[in-house]
């Protein structure tokens, strides 16, 4: 028996690893379930592998559970080499096997992981290896860092700005103003009549 052995890598992340072992006929599902469990992702939240070229052009979606249950399963793309529109064909977890997208021996995937507040991982086909009947698959077959929890930005009350903070706050929301073009718009409209 013989297993693909994927390497996982996070987005923002250098430290970060996983080598994830998988038998050819099991499903995304079962993928993206070890995913969650060795990651550390919590919670039950949407999620999407995309099939993808060799330069990371995602072809391909495979995705949790179907959104667009009897609608039209494909959305409109434009392609960034031939800016030609294109097909991305969506399927779901539970109905395809990891064998049925393998079209290159360093096959690669991105997986991302709750939408709003989302996470991306870059998964890429290694190597086949002699899988062990004696265990059970998918396993991770070697792990290194840890998911880094994301950090919220501390709300400042204006109670901790002193006059040189709201001064300098302030300096740089002018500018901002007056070096864009919606700037004019805004004036313009509060400068019309009312329509009433």
Not at 125 to 145: C, F, N, Q, R
Not at 157 to 172: F, I, P, T, V, Y
Not at 178 to 196: K, L, V
Request: glycine share 4%; hydrophobic share 35%; aromatic share 10%.
């Amino acid at each position: 028996m013989q297993v693909y052995r994927f390497r996982v890598q996070l987005e923002e992340q250098d430290d970060f690893l996983r080598d994830i072992d998988v038998k050819p006929g099991q499903n995304f599902r079962q993928f993206h379930e070890c995913l969650k469990k060795t990651i550390g992702l919590e919670g039950e939240e949407l999620a999407s592998f995309f099939v993808c070229d060799h330069l990371w052009r995602k072809k391909q979606e495979i995705t949790l559970i179907d959104m667009m249950e009897g609608e039209e399963t494909s959305l409109t793309y434009e392609d960034e080499e031939t800016k030609a529109q294109k097909q991305l064909e969506i399927k779901v977890m539970d109905d395809i096997k990891i064998k049925e997208v393998i079209e290159d021996p360093h096959q690669r995937f991105v997986y991302e992981y709750d939408f709003l507040n989302p996470k991306t991982f870059y998964i890429e086909l290694t190597k086949i290896v002699d899988g062990d009947e004696s265990k059970s698959y998918p396993l991770v077959a070697k792990e290194a860092g840890i998911l880094a929890k994301t950090v919220v930005p501390k709300h400042i009350s204006d109670e901790e700005l002193d006059e040189d903070d709201r001064k300098a706050m302030l300096d740089e929301f002018n500018e901002m103003v007056e070096n864009e073009e919606f700037g004019e718009e805004i004036d313009e409209h509060f400068a019309a009549e009312p329509e009433w």
